[in-house]
């Protein structure tokens, strides 16, 4: 692996890294929103 | 390809979600979820509507894999992320299966298994009794592939009410009958390489008569039905306005596009097909619009519950 391919790999996978752990971020967060709602219907 | 070696753009995965048909997908979800009887809270809402965008966005990343094939042989796809090799099949493949899944439990966990249940029957429907099974089969492949496309608004409007009614079967009957004359007339204008990969596309294989033929057929059938929620007192005048204005003037568009025989070639303008095409983008947007409206206004007590309320069924 030349040094520019391995600059790439290094940031795609910063890029899909930072992608994944975003969307479950964004999971936790709704999931403890429906609870709430839920809870609070009940 | 030495690509293939580093991982996946993020991107790609995203393209693999089809986007921008995930914004009819969406729209008509939303309509579903708004027109429905009874109110859902908007962060089930929300979910709803995220749980039934996820699911498409995963039956076509199961699409772009088992059609990686085909669309290596036609211009229009063969940079998609599969045919160019920036991505590895079966990592399609995962993701999409990933993404039904979660989008299933999703459903089924925050908002009820019917909808849950039928969001597994809109991607098993698309992504194997349409893409695997039907597409490559038959000519009438656009008609099957319309199912697929008319399940967000039932989706949505039982993801609210919890049961099926005769409403929001309706509005999938809307756009099952409305998406043949809507492909039909841009398959008129856009000549695809369909041919080449072996996908029975109507125009190619049956010919420009039969398809305007099967236009005007659809479009027939199509104008009673969406006129149908007003007459059995599902909408008020409201809808019921738009639904016969927007019927006569899809008929009086597709007329014109059924007549015409005589074909100039090459350069033909294909002027008809054209405005066909983008009134029919049109009238869905507008007609489920003027649903939407037609409810809230009901809700809010600004119109009566319809002329037909009550009486018909």
């Known amino acids: 692996m030349t040094p ?33 709602v839920r809870m609070g219907s009940q | 390809m030495p690509m293939t070696a580093l991982p996946a753009e993020w991107r790609d995965f995203f393209t693999l979600t089809k986007p921008r048909v995930m914004t009819l997908v969406i729209f008509t979800a939303i309509c579903g979820l708004l027109a429905a009887p009874g109110s859902i809270h908007p962060v089930l809402g929300f ?75 809109a991607i098993i429907y698309y992504a194997v009794i349409y893409t695997m099974w039907l597409k490559p089969r038959t000519p009438q492949n656009i008609v099957i592939g319309g199912g697929s496309g008319a399940f967000p608004p039932l989706i949505g409007w039982v993801a609210v009410t919890g049961e099926i009614t005769a409403m929001p079967l309706l509005l999938f009957a809307i756009i099952f009958f409305w998406t043949p004359p809507h492909f039909w007339a841009l398959a008129l204008f856009v000549k695809t390489d369909y041919a080449k990969v072996g996908i029975p596309m109507l125009p190619v294989v049956a010919g420009e008569r039969v398809t305007r033929n099967q236009i005007w057929i659809y479009t027939l059938v199509l104008a009673p039905i969406v006129i149908a929620p007003w007459l059995i007192g599902g909408t008020s005048w409201v809808y019921g306005t738009f639904a016969v204005v927007l019927s006569a003037l899809f008929i009086a568009l597709a007329a014109p596009v059924v007549r015409r025989d005589a074909v100039m070639g090459e350069g033909d303008p294909m002027t008809e097909e054209k405005a066909l095409f983008k009134f029919s983008i049109l009238y869905l947007f507008i007609l489920f619009g003027a649903l939407v409206a037609d409810r809230v206004l009901e809700t809010q007590g600004l119109i009566g519950p319809g002329y037909f309320a009550g009486g018909v069924v």
């Open chain 1, 4 to 36: 520019e391919e391995e600059a790439e790999f290094k940031r795609r996978r910063t890029a899909r890294n930072l992608v994944v752990g975003g969307t479950l971020l964004f999971f936790v967060i709704l999931f403890y929103a429906i609870t709430i």
């Open chain 2, 47 to 121: 979910t709803a509507v995220l749980a039934i965008a996820m699911g498409a966005g995963g039956s076509a990343a199961l699409n772009h894999w088992w059609e990686a094939d085909l669309d290596a042989g036609m211009k229009r796809t063969a940079n998609r992320p599969l045919p160019s090799g920036r991505m590895r099949p079966e990592d399609a493949r995962d993701f999409g299966m990933f993404l039904s899944g979660v989008s299933i439990m999703l459903m089924g966990v925050a908002i009820g298994w019917l909808a849950a249940g039928l969001l597994l029957a």
